[in-house]
């Protein structure tokens, strides 16, 4: 198992010496390496069992750093990173040469994002590198929102996890970039397609899928655990049978034994749901049931991320 704490000089050491670590952010918990050092990054693909063509976000602390390994930020572009960064956002800029291939596997742009975490924003402060990090999650598993979660999954692959505690936002961050011109969302996320639409008014939404190459990331069963999942919506009705589970929003299920139910949010508050839905998703892929049925949320504000992690979890 990986050490887990807090100790930023060990993790920048790690960093420096070509390591891959489990790094916080306000999102979800990322598996980090040095994102000008292929080899080191080459390590994240094997050990998250990730396909190469797949490609990473780049993570840093300051927008100062950025033009070191981007051609340039279009202006409506800087606009959505001086609002929302640090925080749940990415954006697509066109890259320099000194970003490997690997990182965006051989496509003119890179993901980049400034996370809103403390400890990992200390750490980005002390690094002359951007790190890469995807979700420190096995291929096509759900993504960790604690350290403990890391542990279990990669922790015989990494030596050491940075505890930054249970991530505030819980889904992974929201991807935007211009498509002919165009402000477009390329994956829905902590960051509401709502609060965009206020600075920049109305986006386009690229709805990804296996048929699109342009998001490798985006496949359909992207965040299934291991057992049947299905959708149901406030208005389906259902016997339930023995041996089934239910993710819901806000309501208990009288039909479902209470070990078998993980509420998202009590009081029918989106945001908390975005933070619980992967914790909950893990708690129920351990229970001694065979079915999971997955409720639905209210389609606004982080409601949209959450039913599309909901949808790729039922799609087989
Ligand atoms: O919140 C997050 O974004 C987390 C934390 C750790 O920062 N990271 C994350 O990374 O979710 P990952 O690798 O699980 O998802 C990254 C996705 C890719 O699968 C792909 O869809 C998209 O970002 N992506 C990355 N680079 C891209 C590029 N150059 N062009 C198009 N899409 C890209
Ligand atoms: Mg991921």
Redesign the pocket.
């Known amino acids: 198992m990986a050490e887990i704490g807090q100790d930023i000089a060990r993790a920048q050491a790690l960093l420096k010496d070509g390591k891959v670590i489990g790094m916080p952010?306000e999102?979800?918990?990322?598996l980090a390496a040095n994102a000008l050092d292929a080899h080191a990054a080459a390590q994240i693909f094997e050990i998250k069992n990730r396909p190469s063509f797949?490609?990473?976000?780049i993570?840093t602390d300051k927008l100062e750093k950025l033009e070191n390994w981007v051609q340039c930020i279009p202006d409506q572009l800087k606009t959505l990173i001086a609002h929302f960064s640090p925080g749940?956002l990415?954006v697509?800029l066109p890259r320099k040469p000194i970003i490997p291939d690997l990182i965006?596997?051989g496509?003119p742009?890179?993901?980049v994002?400034i996370?809103n975490h403390p400890l990992t924003l200390n750490l980005l402060a002390q690094l002359d590198f951007p790190l890469a990090?995807?979700?420190?999650n096995p291929f096509g598993y759900v993504?960790p929102t604690q350290a403990e979660h890391v542990n279990r999954q990669l922790g015989d692959k990494i030596e050491y996890i940075l505890d930054g505690g249970a991530c505030k936002i819980g889904l992974?961050?929201t991807?935007v970039?211009l498509e002919n011109e165009k402000l477009t969302v390329?994956?829905k996320?902590?960051l509401a397609i709502e609060a965009i639409e206020e600075i920049v008014g109305k986006v386009y939404v690229n709805e990804?899928s296996d048929s699109n190459p342009?998001?490798?990331?985006?496949l359909k069963s992207h965040y299934s655990p291991n057992k049947k999942m299905h959708l149901i919506d406030g208005s389906s009705k259902f016997h339930f049978r023995e041996r089934v589970g239910i993710l819901s929003f806000c309501e208990t299920w009288s039909e479902i034994g209470t070990q078998n139910q993980f509420i998202l949010s009590p009081k029918g508050d989106l945001n908390e749901a975005a933070q619980h839905l992967f914790a909950g998703l893990r708690y129920l892929d351990e229970q001694d049931i065979d079915d999971i049925y997955l409720e639905l949320v209210p389609e606004k504000g982080l409601g949209r991320a959450i039913n599309d992690r909901l949808r790729r979890a039922a799609a087989h």
């Open positions: 952010t999102t979800v918990y990322g797949d490609p990473l976000i993570h749940p990415t697509l965006t596997s496509l742009r890179v993901a994002r996370p990090a995807p979700s420190a993504s992974e961050s991807i970039g390329y994956r996320g902590g990804h342009a998001a490798p990331g985006m």
